[in-house]
Each structure stands twice: as C-alpha cells, then as structure tokens.
C-alpha cells in the first residue's frame, strides 16, 4: 500500500466568499438538487443532474413543434432540422473549434458511441497492413476495448496492425511523455488519449500529446470527464477527434457529440443509415452548454478541484483511507491543478461496495466498483465521490464526517 506523503504547506480548505455568492444560485437551478435537502449527489462522473433551463427546453420542445429532423418540409420538421443543425454550431463554439467550416459535429448517444464509431467506422478505412497504433488501457473501457475491436476486424480483412499501450507514468497516473514519444515509428498512425481521467480524477496533459506523437498520427480524445466540468479548447488541444458524453455535461441521458477535424485521412461518412435523431436529446444539449457558457466553465472547474482538495485533503487525515491516483491536491492558490472533480478512495478493512451501501444509509451518493477501467486499471475494486456544480464544501465535510467514523 502506498505511503501517503504529508505536503509542507496545507491546502487551503476555505471557500473565497466571491466564489460561494456565485455557486449558491446556479445550485438552486437543480430541482432534483433542491428537492433532496437531505442527499448528497456525488456521482457526477457517471452522470450529471440537469438545470431547469435544460429540462424546459426540452419540454417547450417536445410540447411546441416535435418533429423528425431533415425530413419533412412543414413548420415542426423544419423547426427541428434547424434546431440539430443549431446543436451542432454550438458543440463547436463550446469547443473552441478554431476551423468551424471544415470540422464535423455526429450526435451520439454519449463518449462510448462516438468512440466506437471512430473505431468501427473510420478506422478500419484509414489503416492499411503493417499500420500501428497506441491507446490507453488504463483508462476507462470505452477508450480501449474499440481499438481492438478495429483490429480483431481489419484481421479478418486480412490487414494486420500492431496496437500499443499508451504508456504512464507510475506516480501520477499521467501519461509518460517521453515514453510515448520512443514508441512512435512511422508507422504510428493513430493515437488515442484521455482528457480527465475517471478515476483519478488527473488532467492527462493532453496538449502535450501532439507534441509527442508528432504532426502525421490522427489523435482522438475522450473528453467524457472534461467537456462541462473544466475549459476544453480544441485549438490547444491539438487532436482530430473528441467524443463527449452530453448527459454528463447537464444535457439528457442519451445525448453526446463525437466532433472530427475533418482534415485529413478518408472523410468521416459512413455511409450507413443513421435513423432519427435524439432530437429532444439534442435540444436539452445546446440548453446545457448555454447554461454552462454562461456559468463558465473555468468557474466550474475552480469549484470542483477545490470541492475534490477539500475531500483529498480530509481524506489525507484519516489514516484508514487510501486515496488511489496522487494523494495530492491543492486548489485555488495552487499553480498545479492537477485533480479535477473526481476522488477515487478505498477504506482499508471495508469491501467498497459495502462502504457504498452505508454511505448511502447517511445520504451520499457515491459510486463503488471497478469503474470501468481498462484491462491496466486496479483490479480491486473502490469508492469514487465526484462532483460538479452543485455540490458544497457542506457535503464534502459532511461524507469526510462520516468516512471518519468508519
Ligand atoms: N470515457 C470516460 C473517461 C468515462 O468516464 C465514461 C463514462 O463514465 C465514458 C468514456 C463512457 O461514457 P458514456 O457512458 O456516456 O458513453
């Protein structure tokens, strides 16, 4: 088990009262928040709750012109083919996409969806014998059991590639930059990376990828912990594909979006029958990255690593907890953000799937289990409590309370 290291300085554990007037309101905006005084939801990484905007959204929608997309020529359907088309300027905008014209905006049922279908549908036109590629198997399985797929496909084909762990750096969970950049040959022709990852909660440094890789290999980013949670900017980014999961940026269950360059490489079109649109979906999409435009990300972000120090730094103190990924964060006066809003704990004599249980007895929401993780994850299994805009430092000293006296 590792040691937990004691930082010299203390993180800071007070809330600027600036940043408390600003969060106050925005929480009162979740009528599933307001209506459990009682219950903790920390299990935004899995999924988030919605804003009334959001939910009225859709409602006006489905209540005023439902309709399907792209087909019909009366009012409702040409409401709707505009309101997707609408959805999809907004995806790009929220992105920071620097070249708008050129990129391409899919509707997806979330980060897996998108993904795959950068595996299953792109891939295997792009890649020819002998091609190698690198992803990430310690990251969450969407991001990993798709590649393999492509290359179990393209083998039936006839067409060998050669696929590649992402390599880490053992300590910080991060991906080894140096490592990386020895592994590419020129035959790398793909690469996959993860923005935030789900378990740790680590920002992996992504922008440093191209770097590595180099100009020619086409990177794709799961951006699933990162779209709605911090500021994403594809023109720092640097990647030809990003898949998100909308249902955990505040928009419905069912909706994501997987955005591609569109630069290089065979166009993305598939060619197959994508069938009607999430078309509600979609609408409660472009009301949550209105809402979280307007809340600011970089704001939201603040608050969640500071929510996550909080926890890292009670948990820290109680010595029959082990904190997997760096046991260390620092939040506001910080100059390395390196923890986002995701904390990932064991409790050393207690199985965490029964820690689950009697955390949910005292009224949090937390998950416990493998977490998805890929085939180089933890093999045991672990409590993670993860927040987003509407959680408080309340409920962070109210679980480490209650972690306390188990
Ligand atoms: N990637 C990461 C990093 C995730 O955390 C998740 C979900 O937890 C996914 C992909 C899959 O997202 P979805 O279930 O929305 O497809």
């Given at each position: 088990m590792r040691a937990v290291p004691t930082p010299a300085t203390p993180a800071p554990t007070g809330f600027p009262e600036e940043l408390r007037a600003w969060q106050a309101p925005l929480r009162e905006q979740f009528p599933i928040i307001t209506a459990n005084p009682g219950l903790a939801y920390l299990d935004s990484a899995a999924t988030s709750q919605k804003p009334r905007a959001v939910l009225d959204a859709a409602t006006a929608y489905l209540t005023t012109s439902n309709a399907n997309a792209g087909r019909g020529t009366y009012p409702w359907a040409n409401r709707t083919t505009r309101l997707v088309e609408q959805a999809r300027d907004t995806v790009r905008a929220f992105l920071g996409d620097p070249e708008p014209a050129r990129s391409r905006v899919d509707f997806v049922s979330g980060a897996s969806e998108g993904l795959r279908r950068v595996a299953l549908d792109w891939l295997p036109r792009f890649l020819t014998d002998g091609d190698e590629i690198i992803v990430p198997l310690g990251d969450h399985e969407a991001n990993a059991l798709p590649w393999f797929e492509a290359r179990d496909l393209l083998a039936a084909r006839g067409v060998r590639i050669?696929?590649?762990?992402?390599?880490?750096?053992?300590?910080?969970?991060?991906?080894?930059?140096?490592?990386?950049?020895?592994?590419?040959?020129?035959?790398?022709?793909?690469?996959?990376?993860?923005?935030?990852?789900?378990?740790?909660?680590?920002?992996?440094?992504?922008?440093?990828?191209?770097?590595?890789?180099?100009?020619?290999?086409?990177?794709?980013?799961?951006?699933?912990?990162?779209?709605?949670?911090?500021?994403?900017?594809?023109?720092?980014?640097?990647?030809?594909?990003?898949?998100?999961?909308?249902?955990?940026?505040?928009?419905?269950?069912?909706?994501?979006?997987?955005?591609?360059?569109?630069?290089?490489?065979?166009?993305?079109?598939?060619g197959g029958w994508d069938g009607t649109p999430n078309t509600a979906g979609?609408?409660?999409?472009?009301?949550?990255?209105?809402?979280?435009?307007?809340?600011?990300?970089?704001?939201?972000?603040?608050?969640?690593?500071?929510?996550?120090?909080r926890l890292t730094d009670g948990l820290r103190h109680l010595e029959r907890y082990e904190i997997l990924g760096c046991p260390l964060s620092l939040a506001f006066d910080s100059p390395v953000r390196r923890r986002r809003g995701i904390v990932t704990f064991r409790h050393r004599a207690?199985?965490?799937?029964?820690?689950?249980?009697?955390?949910?007895?005292?009224g949090h929401m937390v998950r416990s289990d493998r977490h998805c993780q890929g085939r180089a994850g933890e093999e045991r299994t672990s409590v993670r409590a993860s927040v987003h805009v509407y959680n408080t430092p309340e409920e962070i000293d109210r679980l480490l309370d209650d972690l306390a006296a188990l």
């Open positions: 050669t696929v590649h762990e992402m390599p880490y750096q053992r300590d910080s969970h991060d991906y080894d930059m140096a490592a990386l950049a020895a592994l590419v040959t020129p035959r790398t022709r793909f690469v996959a990376a993860t923005h935030v990852h789900h378990v740790y909660g680590g920002d992996m440094t992504v922008h440093l990828v191209r770097r590595a890789v180099g100009p020619e290999p086409v990177i794709c980013l799961d951006a699933a912990q990162s779209v709605g949670h911090v500021p994403v900017d594809l023109a720092a980014l640097d990647v030809d594909f990003l898949a998100f999961s909308g249902h955990k940026a505040l928009a419905l269950p069912g909706t994501g979006a997987l955005w591609s360059r569109g630069l290089r490489g065979p166009v993305f079109a598939p979609i609408v409660s999409l472009t009301a949550a990255l209105d809402w979280l435009g307007d809340a600011g990300p970089a704001r939201i972000g603040t608050w969640t690593e500071a929510l996550a120090a207690m199985e965490a799937v029964d820690l689950g249980f009697i955390l949910y007895d005292r």
